[in-house]
């Protein structure tokens, strides 16, 4: 699976021939300086220039070159003078990938004192992005409309967001699952239409036999064992005395590793209840990966761990973290309300405030040895906690804003790591709201991810997107839902 790094974003111009060629050279001038100075930005893709465009034949060609360029993930446009909508009919129903349209106008200030008529034709974007807005919602287009001067940061920071969303989109037709096992018996949510999912996110899953994985477990040599515990003791802090237990986990690690470089696998599940021929359910193996990029979710969620692995591609080079959660325990005060995330074992190191300690405790459920794993607090700060579920004919993406904090007090008998957090609007209203959405136990937890960016996702991949967040008020929360259901009912007939 690719990385943002490996993609890049097409700058079509949009004019018509009317103007003159003076006019057109106006127009590619005024693209090259737009896109050096937005590429001086520091975008997370680098955007690439594809010239003015003034014809049905011109439009339609380059958008099928978009749709057919591995490293092109999406298409910026921009009606620089008038370009007539109908010109690009053909075009925009040809094209498969992500579209932003930069509502923009090269020249910042009116200079009432100096403008004639051939200014105000080099700067008519006011009318010319609104004939191009037209016929993308004629088209009914799930597309990005960014509107401001393009040398402002924050129009630039908005497409950066937009382009990680984008390159989301893209990637999730690269991602493979590996499920070793099934879903925890009689679990509902984390059930799903693997069909539907990769139809509209592009996402593979397949299972394969743990018993397998116990062979490749059995087979690593002590040399690979070791070189895996000194890269544990580089990362983390010992603090046991079980180090059979920590080698056994490495062996795990060792063996998925490979297993997931060999056959492109960027994300997993397994499950306590399908461990034969393993000693023990995978702890820090399954954290340490993770922290590497492979996407997890507990008890054969493969949504969850799919979405993780996303929301990490989207979010790579920041400095946050994005976390397999599970919402564990409340406190509900009044006044401190909270919610404590965690999970048996595999909490995602990339959140960790402090150094995580290797420790060994038993599994309360599972029947097998203690695993080792890594404990440790998570940090505090802005972020959103994200769940995909299936409603039978359509996924829907739920997102709630939340504020992570420090946990209150310390807590020396837990044998886990652990994030603690308030949702926003408050923990009442937000967890009402999730539980009317139909959101799950299991949860992407990302510090650098906004709901906008999770909207754009979900919009350009034509899945339903919830929102719970600082205005969200119940009454019309629950409005929402009723009529979204009636608007899938609706798109499911036509
Ligand atoms: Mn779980």
Redesign the pocket.
């Known amino acids: 699976m690719r990385s943002l790094k490996d993609l890049e974003f097409w700058f079509v111009t949009g004019s018509q021939p009317l103007y003159g060629d003076d006019a057109i050279q106006a127009c590619i001038k005024h693209a090259d300086d737009m896109i050096s100075k937005m590429n001086e930005f520091g975008l997370p893709c680098k955007i690439v220039n594809k010239g003015v465009v003034t014809c049905t034949e011109e439009i339609t060609k380059v958008m099928k070159e978009v749709n057919y360029c591995d490293a092109c993930a999406g298409v910026i446009i921009f009606a620089h003078t008038f370009s007539p909508s109908k010109m690009w009919i053909k075009g925009l129903v040809e094209l498969n990938k992500p579209l932003l349209h930069l509502h923009t106008q090269y020249n910042k200030e009116i200079p009432y004192d100096t403008m004639d008529m051939d200014f105000m034709n080099l700067n008519q974007s006011a009318h010319g992005d609104r004939e191009t807005g037209f016929i993308a919602s004629r088209l009914r287009m799930n597309r990005k409309v960014v509107m401001g001067h393009w040398e402002d940061p924050e129009v630039t920071k908005r497409i950066a967001a937009w382009m990680r969303s984008a390159a989301g989109v893209v990637l999730g037709k690269e991602l493979k699952i590996c499920r070793f096992g099934d879903n925890m018996r009689y679990v509902g949510v984390t059930e799903g239409d693997k069909v539907e999912v990769e139809i509209k996110l592009g996402w593979e899953c397949n299972t394969y036999a743990v018993g397998n994985l116990a062979k490749a477990i059995d087979a690593c040599t002590e040399e690979e064992v070791d070189a895996k515990m000194a890269e544990y003791t580089s990362k983390y802090d010992m603090n046991t005395d079980n180090i059979d237990s920590v080698r056994y986990q490495a062996r795990c690690e060792i063996a998925m590793e490979k297993f997931f470089a060999e056959n492109d696998f960027s994300a997993f599940t397994n499950t306590f209840q399908d461990l034969v021929g393993m000693r023990q359910l995978p702890g820090i193996a399954t954290q340490n990966l993770m922290a590497k990029g492979i996407g997890y979710g ?2 054969g ?1 493969w949504k969850t761990a799919a979405l993780d692995t996303i929301m990490k591609k989207m979010a790579e080079g920041l400095p946050g973290g994005t976390a397999f959660m ?1 919402d564990y325990t409340l406190n509900l005060i009044p006044g401190n309300e909270l919610i404590m995330g965690a ?1 048996m074992l595999e909490v995602d190191p990339c959140v960790a405030a402090t150094k995580p300690k290797i420790e060994v405790h038993e599994l309360g459920i599972g029947g097998k040895e203690p695993p080792a794993r890594l404990v440790f607090d998570g940090k505090s700060g802005k972020g959103i906690t994200c769940s995909l579920v299936d409603m039978g004919g359509r996924l829907r993406l739920i997102c709630c804003d939340v504020e992570a904090v420090p946990c209150p007090k310390p807590t020396p008998n837990l044998p886990v790591a652990k994030c603690t957090w308030k949702p926003l609007p408050d923990l009442q209203t937000a967890a009402e709201c999730w539980i009317y959405a139909g959101g799950a ?2 949860t992407v937890l990302s510090f650098d991810l906004t709901a906008e960016q999770m909207e754009d996702y979900a919009d350009m991949c034509g899945i339903e997107f919830v929102h719970i967040g600082p205005e969200t008020n119940m009454r019309q929360f629950k409005q929402d839902l009723m009529l979204k259901d009636v608007a899938y009912k609706i798109k499911g007939i036509l």
């Open positions: 507990g008890e969620d599970e999970h136990h299991h």
